[in-house]
């Protein structure tokens, strides 16, 4: 089975820190992927990745930076936490060519601005 | 405008019963569409592929309309386990696929 890990489950961080979220995936994939969900808005594209050191702008990206010098780890970077970024963030994984039969999703980071 | 929309629910049903969600796109250059299923505080899943032709899975059924730029899920006979959000997904090509994603519709089965 394919494996996304997202190692931060729940984190609490004041306003100011910079935060890191991690992701490994376990397939090979080409493409790597970190959204946001906040409710009645559904997932959004923060940044993606097609390739190592590659990195792409999303729908979102203001406040954000990536990082992935591994094919297996994309990391999301919050420069300064702000409490607008007080959400869910989800990493996900597909091989080059993806369509949503073929991407996955790891369990999400709860990430709490305070 | 969003470019899926779908209606946020919730629906409460009892069990057994069946329940349809509705999804609207305003892409009409949409390649592929999905319904993910997500449960409380859990990652989306792929329930199912919606094909032109209609897809069946058990007691789900997905069915997209490109002249009405519209796709359905249908779900029979209800399971108390089927409470969760449904999420339609549109796949979007234009320098690079692009999942777009619905808010999600509620739903919440009763005994």
């Known amino acids: 089975d394919v494996k996304v890990t997202q190692s931060s489950r729940y984190l609490v961080k004041r306003t100011g820190e910079k935060v890191f979220l991690e992701c490994v995936q376990d397939m090979d994939h080409e493409n790597m992927f970190w959204y946001r969900q906040d409710p009645g808005l559904g997932l959004r594209l923060i940044y993606f990745?097609?390739?190592?050191?590659?990195?792409e702008k999303g729908d979102i990206p203001e406040g954000y930076s990536v990082s992935r010098e591994k094919k297996e780890r994309f990391s999301l970077i919050l420069e300064s936490a702000s409490t607008n970024q007080t959400s869910m963030y989800l990493c996900?994984?597909?091989?080059?060519?993806?369509?949503?039969?073929?991407?996955?999703f790891g369990e999400g980071s709860w990430l709490t601005v305070v | 405008r969003k470019e899926v929309e779908q209606d946020p629910g919730p629906f409460n049903v009892p069990e057994g019963a069946t329940v349809a969600f509705n999804c609207t796109y305003s892409?009409?250059?949409?390649?592929?569409f999905f319904w993910y299923r997500q449960d409380c505080r859990k990652e989306p899943k792929l329930l199912m592929s919606v094909y032109s032709s209609g897809n069946e899975d058990g007691r789900f059924t997905a069915q997209l309309n490109r002249a009405s730029q519209y796709i359905s899920l249908l779900i029979r006979d209800s399971k108390l386990s089927d409470s969760a959000t449904y999420l339609c997904v549109g796949l979007f090509s234009g320098g690079y696929n692009k999942l777009i994603f619905g808010a999600g519709t509620r739903l919440a089965v009763h005994p």
């Open positions: 990745s097609y390739d190592v050191k590659m990195k």
């Open positions: 996900a994984s597909g091989l080059r060519g993806y369509s949503g039969n073929t991407i996955y």
């Open positions: 892409n009409s250059a949409s390649q592929s």
